[in-house]
């Protein structure tokens, strides 16, 4: 196993409205640290270390100061990734909602030169929003775009990152819902409905020739609802499964610089026994 230093972050900042089609909070999804990170997952390491970050909870907000509160709590989680790793280890951040990536990437972004990072998104939604498109406002649906993005519509959250993460670098993979294609093709993002996985594979290895640093960011709802129900948005529109998964998950742990994000698992919901072993069972196969 990598020797991986985890940061549980218990987060559903990400959501200050139910979700674009929705009624509901997704209640729940800032435990999932706590139910991935149990003690029969975590024997399975030799060397570990946990750090916790417990964002506010989003109804204890004034929705006029939502993105003022997402800049300051991102930046404060970013500022302890990079006091807490060490060197050699993985940083691995277990959500929460994917908004606590925005904070992960940030660190990121303090370690390393934009063009040594590659990052790989799997999920089911391209979360490249802008302000002014965002149905729901919810900065779960922004962050990349917010990452990417040197435009991006809020000045605050535009200006923590010191370097942009370079959209030449991204690659999402996932059968998207209704996204924005068509910022992902004008930006130059690499896109990646999950049919080709030798396509996906040879194209990482290509971004990554030079033994660039790779994040991956896996929301676990780009799996088929069949395989995952306890999350916020269960793809019921044709998500993937594991024979289209594994195959990129075995190339991107023979990375020699890799740091992961698993997000979005609500241990709270229906089938979320099933849900927390797939998503241990993709860490794993991460960092192993």
Not at 37 to 46: G, T, V
Not at 245 to 273: C, F, T
Request: net charge negative; charged share 25%.
């Amino acid at each position: 196993m990598k020797q991986t230093h985890f940061f549980s972050a218990h987060s559903r900042l990400g959501l200050i409205n139910p979700p674009h089609g929705s009624s509901q909070f997704n209640y729940g999804v800032e435990v999932a640290p706590d139910f991935i990170l149990d003690k029969d997952f975590l024997n399975k390491f030799k060397n570990i270390s946990i750090d916790h970050y417990y964002f506010s909870k989003p109804e204890k907000i004034e929705k006029e100061k939502y993105q003022e509160v997402m800049a300051r709590e991102s930046l404060a989680f970013a500022d302890l990734i990079n006091q807490k790793i060490k060197n050699k280890e993985s940083q691995v951040v277990i959500g929460g909602d994917h908004s606590v990536a925005f904070g992960s990437v940030l660190a990121l972004l303090d370690q390393c030169k934009s063009e040594e990072l590659v990052y790989v998104h799997f999920d089911s939604h391209a979360d490249t929003s802008s302000m002014a498109d965002s149905p729901s406002q919810n900065f779960h649906g922004q962050f990349l775009r917010a990452l990417i993005d040197e435009n991006f519509d809020h000045e605050k959250l535009r200006k923590l990152k010191k370097n942009s993460l370079l959209a030449k670098n991204t690659v999402i993979i996932g059968n998207l819902e209704s996204d924005d294609f068509d910022y992902i093709k004008e930006a130059g993002i690499k896109y990646f409905n999950g049919q080709n996985t030798t396509e996906i594979i040879e194209t990482i290895k290509k971004m990554n020739i030079d033994n660039k640093h790779l994040h991956v960011s896996f929301d676990i709802d780009v799996f088929a609802n069949d395989l995952v129900s306890a999350t916020g948005t269960p793809n019921s529109w044709g998500g993937l499964n594991k024979t289209q998964v594994w195959p990129i998950l075995e190339e991107l742990n023979k990375s020699n610089s890799l740091s992961v994000d698993l997000v979005e698992v609500n241990p709270k919901k229906n089938g979320a026994k099933e849900t927390i072993a797939l998503a241990q069972e993709v860490l794993l196969t991460l960092l192993r």
